[in-house]
């Protein structure tokens, strides 16, 4: 069996398997929330690359709604109690479909990027909520134009 070259350190292993986690957010803060690592999943899931959150306080990273609700001093309260935080609100399904790049979740906004894609990964039960809905309504559901479809 082949076996895969780690780097000599422990602290870059811990390196390579952070930056090769591309389907969750990993990032540090200090006591405050001010950022002071960006992974590379932490950008394909918030669309923040590392010079533009490396010294931004995380809680640009939740909804105004939550942001009002104290939820990011809530998650380092978790985060420090713990040693791990999950943003509120966001499903590991969520995390998934955003690490196909399918749709782009970001500040409690969700945009899809592949319609198609989506299409596929729910195997036929995609659209059945819009058909009821224009079937109920007698409308159709307005769709952005600059979409893809």
């Known amino acids: 069996m082949d076996r895969y070259a780690f ?5 870059d292993v811990h390196r390579h398997i952070v930056e090769s986690a591309l389907d969750y957010a990993i990032f540090t803060t200090d006591l405050d929330g001010t950022v002071t690592t960006w992974s590379a999943g932490a950008k394909n899931l918030f669309g923040y690359s590392p010079d533009e959150m490396i010294g ?22 978790v985060a420090l109690s713990e040693g791990r935080a999950r943003r509120s609100g966001v499903t590991n399904e969520l995390h998934i479909i955003e690490g196909i790049k399918a749709i782009k979740a970001t500040r409690g906004n969700v945009r899809i990027i592949d319609r198609a894609k989506l299409e596929e990964i729910a195997a036929g039960s995609y659209g059945i909520p819009e058909r009821e ?17």
């Open 7 to 11: 780097p000599g350190e422990d602290t």
């Open 56 to 77: 931004q306080n995380s809680a640009i990273i939740f909804s105004f709604e939550d942001q009002l609700a104290g939820v990011p001093l809530k998650e380092r309260r």
């Open 133 to 149: 809905y224009e079937r109920l309504i007698g409308l159709p559901i307005r769709r952005s134009a600059n979409r893809k479809v």
